[in-house]
């Protein structure tokens, strides 16, 4: 896949008047946290390092987005979204019963822990948890599908995007503390936000169906 931001680094903003004190402490703690676990056991831990991976792959061409220790940060700090999904015990019990369910149909179905299956192994009982199809007794009375929609897909996914490696792909100028952003309309950007390197017949086609 082609560089569609090629040179840009949202780090150079870091003393720009885009981002203040706040915005540097909190990005500055992201970027150091441990890749190791706090939350997790180091077997749980490398059960959402293999999950993460068949979410969210990452190309080989930049230093990999640390999106479980991310996950095992949240957990940790016990941060809560400020409700609870009907069907779900709280995050902390929902993710530990979900690791020990799916590494429980793993060992039922090929006689290995999750972790340690191949990568279509590890799709085909993600795929079979997204349709609700797993039955395994630690589930309990959480639907797999439910962990799935509700929990694991939107940890690991918001993880991801919460890193400044990911915001480098898509030109994103980090949070909008304190200078933040006027022009939000189709194709318009302020001055200090990215300018994407655009194939201009692919533009074109996509500015003629968003006009259409």
Same mark, same amino acid.
């Given at each position: 896949?082609?560089?569609r931001y090629?040179?840009?680094d949202?780090?150079a903003?870091?003393?720009?008047?885009? /981002?203040?004190?706040?915005?540097?402490q909190v990005i500055? *703690?992201?970027?150091?946290?441990?890749?190791?676990?706090? !939350? !997790?056991s180091?077997p749980e !831990?490398?059960?959402?390092?293999?999950?993460?991976?068949q979410?969210?792959? &990452?190309p080989?061409?930049?230093?990999?987005?640390?999106v479980?220790?991310?996950?095992?940060d949240?957990?940790f =700090?016990?941060v +809560?979204?400020?409700? *609870?999904?009907t069907?779900?015990p709280r995050d902390? =019990?929902?993710w +530990?019963r979900?690791?020990l369910?799916?590494n429980a149909e793993?060992e039922?179905?090929h006689? +290995?822990?999750?972790r340690h299956?191949?990568?279509? &192994? &590890?799709h085909?009982?993600?795929?079979r948890?997204? &349709? %609700?199809?797993?039955k395994a007794?630690? /589930? %309990?009375?959480?639907?797999?599908k439910?962990?799935?929609k +509700?929990?694991?897909?939107?940890?690991?996914v918001?993880?991801?995007?919460?890193h400044p490696?990911?915001?480098? =792909?898509?030109g /994103? %100028?980090g949070?909008?503390?304190? *200078?933040g952003?006027?022009?939000?309309g189709?194709?318009?950007?302020?001055? /200090?936000e990215?300018?994407?390197?655009?194939?201009?017949?692919?533009?074109?086609?996509?500015?003629? *169906?968003?006009a259409g």
């Open positions: 896949m082609p560089d090629p040179g840009y949202v780090l903003k870091r003393h720009t008047p885009s /981002w203040n004190e706040k915005t540097r500055d *703690r992201r970027l150091s946290l441990p890749r190791t676990p706090r !939350f !997790f180091e !831990f490398a059960t959402v390092e293999a999950i993460a991976a979410i969210v792959p &990452q080989k061409h930049r230093p990999p987005i640390p479980a220790a991310l996950v095992d949240e957990l =700090e016990d +809560q979204d400020g409700y *609870r999904i069907g779900l902390r =019990e929902a +530990q979900g690791l369910a799916l793993a039922a179905a006689q +290995q822990a999750f299956l191949t990568g279509p &192994q &590890q085909e009982l993600l795929k948890m997204e &349709q %609700g199809e797993l007794d630690a /589930w %309990g009375d959480m639907p797999c439910t962990f799935w +509700q929990r694991m897909v939107p940890d690991i918001r993880a991801y995007w919460s490696v990911a915001w480098n =792909e898509i /994103w %100028g949070p909008a503390s304190p *200078r952003y006027v022009r939000m189709y194709d318009e950007r302020d001055p /200090w990215a300018a994407e390197a655009r194939d201009d017949a692919a533009y074109a086609r996509r500015k003629n *169906r968003h």
